[in-house]
């Protein structure tokens, strides 16, 4: 397996996703956003009216095709980028991720886009199941009311008004599912270095973590 491989990892709200797409075309690398990947998933599942609790119904997974390239989700070869980030994806996306088969077959297709170049993958069982052989494992963390507080700025910019105390809890719903879900639930892989990142801007963290690279690198 060649080139370098970070796996970045964390809570809802924890900056991963925004931090590793920055990295990436900071360092020239490819970046890989495992969630997206669930959100395609539970897009395509709502789309053609599956039965969401039934694990059986995502059997469509062997005849579909989920691709994460230049930073853009496809199914099929249609980019359904945009259309993953709603409310009603944010609402059933844990339940999707829960099953035991939905996870191993994106896990395999994530297994599968790792094997060449430098990759940054984000997601929330990146260093603990996906690639635990990674040269850098990351845990980045912040205060609820933080994680909170930039949700909340991103759904604004999108046109949907929440109070941010409703953000909260449903922060502090997505932790609790992700966390104490059977399979490959949330948390830290022993060898992982823990950021919180409440008090940095996202620049700094970029920052920080690159000299981590190049420390590993040396």
Known sequence: MGGFKLA?????GSGKSTISSLLAKKLGW???????????VTLYALNNKVNLEDETSYKFLENIKIEYKN???YIDN?????????????????????????RKKL?????????????????????????????LKLFLTAHVEER??????EQKQKGDVHE????????????????????SPLRKASDAIEFDTTNYTIDQVVDKIIELIKSKEQ
């Open 8 to 12: 970045i990892d964390g809570p809802a």
């Open 30 to 40: 490819t970046h890989i956003d495992t969630g997206a990947m669930y959100r395609a």
């Open 164 to 183: 941010i105390n409703q953000v909260i809890e449903e922060i502090k719903l997505r932790d609790s599912k992700d966390s104490t879900r059977k399979e």
């Open 71 to 73: 930073n853009r989700i």
């Open 78 to 102: 249609v980019d359904v980028s945009e259309d993953i980030r709603n409310e009603q994806i944010n609402k059933y996306v844990s339940l999707v991720s829960s099953f035991s088969y939905v």
């Open 148 to 153: 909170a507080k930039r949700r909340h700025k």
């Open 107 to 135: 896990v395999e297709i994530q297994k599968e886009t790792i094997q060449n170049g430098n990759i940054i993958m984000d997601g929330r069982d990146i260093g603990t199941v996906v690639i635990p052989e990674a040269d």
